[in-house]
Nanobody
Framework: QLQLVESGGGLVQPGGSLRLSCAAS????????IGWFRQAPGKEREGISC????????NYADSVKGRFTISRDNAKNTVYLQMNTLKPEDTAVYYC????????????????????WGQGTQVTVSS
């Protein structure tokens, strides 16, 4: 069974950090670009970052640029999202997705291009 599982969410104070993980089972991530998305209550799903298959190219939404870092360890079949300087407006359910698509500084895939999705992990930033 092909599956993506996110973990690492939780409650954190403003200014704090969290690291989300996206682990794949049933398939290898080597051939897939990975994206991170988030959805806050009452808002549309927002693409916030992506990484190419090799990890050599990445892209970030303006809302997280300079605070979030995406990375991948293909040997562990896992992609990470390091989130620093968290703000209350970062509160959302965070999802990872995999697709045989391109990601880079020149292109940010939209959600419909991804093939597989995780179930999401809740991140709450509050004092």
């Amino acid at each position: 069974q092909l599956q993506l599982v996110e973990s690492g969410g939780g409650l954190v104070q403003p200014g704090g950090s969290l690291r989300l993980s996206c682990a794949a089972s049933g398939f290898t991530l080597d051939y897939y670009a990975i994206g991170w998305f988030r959805q806050a209550p009452g808002k549309e799903r927002e693409g916030i970052s992506c990484t190419s298959r090799s990890g050599g190219s990445t892209n970030y939404a303006d809302s997280v640029k300079g605070r979030f870092t995406i990375s991948r360890d293909n040997a562990k079949n896992t992609v990470y999202l390091q989130m620093n300087t968290l703000k209350p407006e970062d509160t959302a359910v965070y999802y990872c997705a995999a697709g045989r698509i391109s990601c880079g500084s020149y292109y940010f895939p939209f959600s419909g291009e991804y093939d597989y999705w995780g179930q999401g992990t809740q991140v709450t930033v509050s004092s």
